[in-house]
């Protein structure tokens, strides 16, 4: 019997994947490191940004 796996999950582990071995990277670089698209990742982080998991910097 296979288990079915929920993309949703699949999808914000990769993020956190990449996240834990980058530390900190741009959306254009986690998009690029990830293969999803602007929407995913962007959606990914703000559910994590809400729940206090990562913080957004602004770099000027």
Avoid: F, H
């Avoid at 490191?33 to 913080?55: C, E, H, S």
């Amino acid at each position: 019997m296979s288990i079915k796996r929920i993309r949703a999950v699949d999808r914000a582990l990769l993020v956190i994947d990449v996240l834990s071995q980058s530390g900190s990277c741009s959306l254009t670089e986690l998009r690029q490191k990830t293969g999803l698209d602007y929407a995913g990742p962007l959606r990914i982080l703000g559910t994590m940004n809400n729940r206090g998991w990562v913080r957004q910097l602004i770099v000027e």
